[in-house]
């Protein structure tokens, strides 16, 4: 149902589907809000390349029964959208043109995680972190569109 629905969201330049049990990813599932907002921005925070490697965010699917057709209409719901989706205390799917490059992608999203569980070990607040603003002077420069929707204010 991902290649269906990503066949049609690139003209058919993504080919391939890559789901795989990433340890950190799936640690946060258990930490923060299962939410699409939640889980880009603190890992676009992470490390200055995630929102230029995975600019349009990350899905968010809740704990579901994995292998029906329940949890795969959810997946390829945000499929459309995203080209990262998070399965709560299970894994993650990634969408890419070929294999190095969706390898890549997961790769990133894990790495940005297993920063975040390194922080989260060491204190629950941080010092100081990327700021909206900069993510917006970071799309200019990189040429990425970064939805307003995970820029919002952090109280
Ligand atoms: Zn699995």
């Known amino acids: 149902m991902n290649h269906e629905?990503?066949?049609i969201a690139t003209g058919g330049a993504h080919r391939v589907i890559y789901h795989a049990h990433?340890?950190?990813t799936i640690a946060?599932?258990?930490?923060?809000?299962?939410?699409?907002?939640?889980?880009?921005?603190?890992?676009w925070e992470m490390a200055?390349?995630?929102?230029?490697?995975f600019p349009s965010g990350i899905g968010v699917v809740p704990w579901m029964v994995p292998g029906g057709r329940d949890i795969a209409v959810a997946t390829s719901e945000l499929m459309k959208k995203y080209d990262v989706a998070i399965w709560?205390?299970?894994g993650m799917f990634c969408s890419g043109?070929?294999?190095?490059?969706?390898?890549?992608?997961m790769h990133t999203v894990e790495k940005s995680a297993e920063i975040l569980v390194k922080v989260r070990s060491m204190t629950y607040e941080k010092?100081?972190?990327?700021q909206p603003d900069e993510f917006r002077h970071l799309a200019v420069d990189f040429g990425v569109?970064?939805?307003?929707?995970?820029?919002?204010?952090?109280?």
């Not at 946060?28 to 603190?42: I, K, Q």
């Not at 043109?97 to 992608?105: A, N, V, Y």
């Not at 569109?145 to 109280?155: A, I, M, R």
Request: net charge negative.
């Open 5 to 7: 629905v990503k066949v």
């Open 22 to 24: 990433p340890a950190n």
């Open 28 to 43: 946060l599932t258990f930490v923060l809000p299962l939410t699409d907002e939640a889980f880009t921005r603190e890992l």
């Open 48 to 53: 200055t390349e995630c929102p230029v490697v």
């Open 88 to 90: 709560a205390h299970h």
């Open 97 to 105: 043109e070929d294999f190095d490059l969706t390898f890549g992608l």
């Open 127 to 130: 010092r100081q972190t990327i």
């Open 145 to 155: 569109e970064l939805p307003e929707k995970f820029l919002y204010e952090k109280h």
